[in-house]
């Protein structure tokens, strides 16, 4: 186990841009940078977490890779960053990239920077470090782990995890600090966490701290994608919420839209019904709707929620047909959501293209968007023929086309008001 301070390394290697903010740039080694959590994400998680009344102490990430995390949160928190990363250039790097966070946010008091300490090795070695750190129980405030998964793991096994859960909490349960509401941990996991993978975390936790609470959380970038799934534990869980999501704002420092969720009220999904002119239809957000929160953010949304139809049959753009308009037709959990002003029985092909132009010329439309799987050969060509026919005529609003999943029929929607076109 090798200890090493941060503002006592010499640079070595390139730093590169970060993904989400260009102009911060971060070091990464053993080819570590996709492992590396984006700046805004780590930012998102470290704001977030500042609301919580935290305990004294350090905050530990005992697999912190290129460190990104943890100086996102040392740097916010204000707290001494305690790291452990196998792979020792890796260790290195999370040095440099702590003091590159220290440098930019100067304002912030450097306290934290200066008492920092990074361990090569094995982060179970909960022992070893706290005798070299001088930490002594309860001197932990916030506990963070984003393990290593195998690249192409198909089954996201919770033991594929280094290192794995039960080891983790192990080794460092002793040296926690505990709020009323338990210890205050966050876990990073793979997103593609099954709900009996996620069942099975659950039960690791409750037999480290029976009864704690646990808020998980789904972070979306956008483009219907989950991109990361946490675990919020004990005193950084929000009280009677299980389930939030996130879908983080395109730039950085713009507002994220957030969702959340007491226990699981999934409400009886009706099926769909032949499309009726005039009825609305809405797009969502497929990270949503895989996040089990799209019922409770409908009800916000929606004055007759009970009425809703599904149509699921796409994973990638799941459907709704519904009464009334919803309250926010721009969220950024819709993808599009329009009126039907037709119901068109064609199949949608070169040969009717020009007919359903028409049809949309007909009715007022300027853009109109394919939102339905087409061949990937054949999409292109009909969009970019329905984009030039629809140039420099007189329409005013905006529209897409869908299909009926049981009847086929191409759905026209005119979007009210006008849509961005995501
Ligand atoms: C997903 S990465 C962490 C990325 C990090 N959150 C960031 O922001 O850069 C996981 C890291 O765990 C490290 N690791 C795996 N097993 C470990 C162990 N037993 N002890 C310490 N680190 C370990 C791997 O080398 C890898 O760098």
């Not at 290593?148 to 919770?158: E, Q, V």
């Not at 389930?243 to 969702?259: C, E, N, P």
Request: charged residues 25%; aromatic residues 6%; negative net charge.
């Amino acid at each position: 186990m090798e200890a090493l301070v941060p503002s006592e390394q010499a640079t070595t290697g390139q730093c590169v841009p970060d993904a989400s903010l260009k102009e911060l740039s971060f070091y990464h080694a053993s080819e570590g940078k996709p492992l590396a959590t984006p700046w805004q994400v780590a930012m998102t998680r470290a704001d977030y977490i500042a609301q919580f009344d935290l305990p004294s102490g350090v905050v530990l990430d005992c697999a912190c890779g290129s460190g990104i995390q943890l100086a996102a949160y040392a740097s916010r928190l204000k707290r001494p960053a305690l790291g452990v990363e196998l792979d020792r250039q890796r260790a290195v790097a999370s040095c440099l990239n702590l003091n590159t966070i220290a440098t930019r946010y100067s304002t912030f008091d450097q306290g934290w920077h200066r008492r920092s300490l990074l361990f090569s090795g094995d982060g179970t070695s909960s022992q070893e470090i706290a005798s070299q750190a001088g930490l002594e129980s309860g001197s932990v405030a916030l506990l963070m782990l984003d393990p290593a998964r195998p690249r192409n793991s198909r089954t996201h096994g919770l033991d594929e995890m280094q290192p794995n859960l039960p080891s983790v909490f192990e080794a460092w349960k002793p040296y926690l600090a505990l709020t009323q509401h338990g210890p205050c941990i966050v876990l990073d996991l793979s997103p593609r966490l099954t709900q009996e993978l996620r069942d099975g975390v659950e039960t690791i936790v409750e037999s480290f701290w029976p009864g704690v609470d646990k808020t998980w959380t789904w972070m979306s970038r956008g483009g219907g994608r989950v991109d990361r799934l946490e675990l919020w534990i004990g005193g950084v869980a929000t009280p009677n919420v299980t389930k939030r999501f996130v879908r983080l704002s395109r730039t950085f420092g713009g507002d994220d839209a957030v969702i959340e969720q007491g226990d699981d009220m999934k409400q009886e999904r009706r099926a769909l019904q032949p499309a009726r002119r005039n009825e609305w239809v809405t797009i969502l957000d497929a990270a949503l709707v895989e996040s089990g929160l799209v019922d409770a953010w409908l009800s916000e949304q929606l004055s007759n929620v009970a009425d809703t139809r599904w149509d699921e049959s796409s994973p990638r753009r799941p459907r709704i047909h519904h009464n009334g308009p919803l309250k926010d037709s721009s969220h950024p959990f819709v993808v599009a959501s329009g009126r039907v002003v037709e119901i068109l029985d064609l199949p949608l092909d070169e040969t009717n293209i020009d007919a359903i132009v028409a049809t949309a010329l007909a009715n007022d439309i300027s853009a109109l968007t394919i939102r339905c799987s087409v061949d990937a050969d054949i999409q292109p060509r009909l969009q970019g023929s329905i984009d030039r026919q629809l140039r420099n005529r007189q329409g005013r609003r905006k529209a897409f086309l869908t299909r009926h999943a049981t009847t086929n029929h191409l759905l026209l929607c005119a979007q009210y008001p006008k849509n961005s076109d995501t």
